[in-house]
């Protein structure tokens, strides 16, 4: 077995979903007493989002760049950023360390294209929803991004600053977030890609009838493949 390293605390509560999501899953293939062998490197959110609010995107480059030295340093034979945002430097990390990067917009690429679908809406932040970092990686597969419109957008990024990532769940944000699926699924959204970690933890299936892609699951999912292939 491969030991996985995992880049959280960006927020902690979908990085404790990760390592629980990962666990579960090596234990359901390998049975017995079996887990995953892990390196976690934990960030303070608080140093990411000060180097935001500077515009100071090397920066928080160089604080992935750090932590993923020091944990394949210490042995990690993969890296696993456990957030859909920071895969905005994903190909330039990838060129600066010596072990793969399982990159969630490609896994989520990939596992949308198994199901057939050609239109997807993409939920997250405002980098994710309006760069091109993600997307592109489901245009390569031939499938379409509808993002919400500007205002929708807005309230999606406030919600996951301000609350999600602080640990608050309230019914009026979910609420909007089904109001802005819906008209993802007037404009031919056959599915909804929700490309923040934090998001899963408001919304789930049961809130909506058109599938959600629950892209924490999937990159999880796609750690614990790479960890027992030979």
């Known amino acids: 077995m491969k030991t996985i390293g995992l880049i959280g605390g960006t927020g902690y509560l979908s990085t404790i979903e990760y390592?629980?999501?990962?666990?579960?899953?090596?234990?359901?293939?390998?049975?017995n007493l079996n887990f995953a062998k892990c390196?976690?490197?934990?960030l303070n959110y608080g140093d990411i989002d000060a180097l935001n609010q500077k515009d100071d995107m090397k920066g928080v480059y160089n604080l992935l760049l750090d932590a993923a030295t020091k944990?394949?340093?210490?042995?990690?034979?993969?890296?696993?950023?456990?957030?859909?945002?920071?895969?905005?430097?994903a190909d330039e990390l990838q060129d600066n360390i010596k072990v793969p990067l399982i990159n969630i917009a490609a896994e989520a690429a990939a596992y949308v294209?198994?199901?057939?679908?050609?239109?997807v809406g993409l939920l997250g932040t405002k980098q994710t929803m309006e760069q091109d970092f993600y997307k592109s990686k489901l245009n390569e597969k031939g499938i379409e991004v509808l993002v919400p419109d500007a205002a929708a957008r807005e309230f999606i990024n406030n919600t996951i600053i301000n609350e999600l990532l602080a640990g608050k769940f309230r019914n009026k944000s979910k609420e909007e977030f089904?109001?802005?699926?819906?008209?993802?699924?007037?404009?031919?959204?056959?599915?909804?890609?929700?490309?923040?970690?934090?998001?899963p933890l408001l919304i789930g299936q049961e809130d909506?009838?058109?599938?959600?892609?629950?892209?924490?699951?999937?990159?999880a999912q796609a750690a614990v493949n790479f960890a027992l292939s030979d």
């Open 178 to 199: 089904v109001d802005i699926i819906k008209r993802l699924e007037r404009f031919g959204a056959e599915g909804i890609i929700m490309g923040c970690t934090e998001i």
């Open 39 to 42: 390196i976690l490197y934990s």
């Open 71 to 89: 944990i394949t340093e210490s042995g990690a034979e993969c890296i696993v950023l456990c957030a859909n945002t920071l895969h905005y430097f």
């Open 19 to 31: 390592y629980k999501i990962i666990n579960e899953t090596v234990h359901k293939k390998l049975g």
């Open 113 to 119: 294209k198994r199901k057939q679908l050609s239109t």
């Open 208 to 219: 909506t009838d058109i599938p959600l892609f629950n892209t924490l699951i999937i990159h």
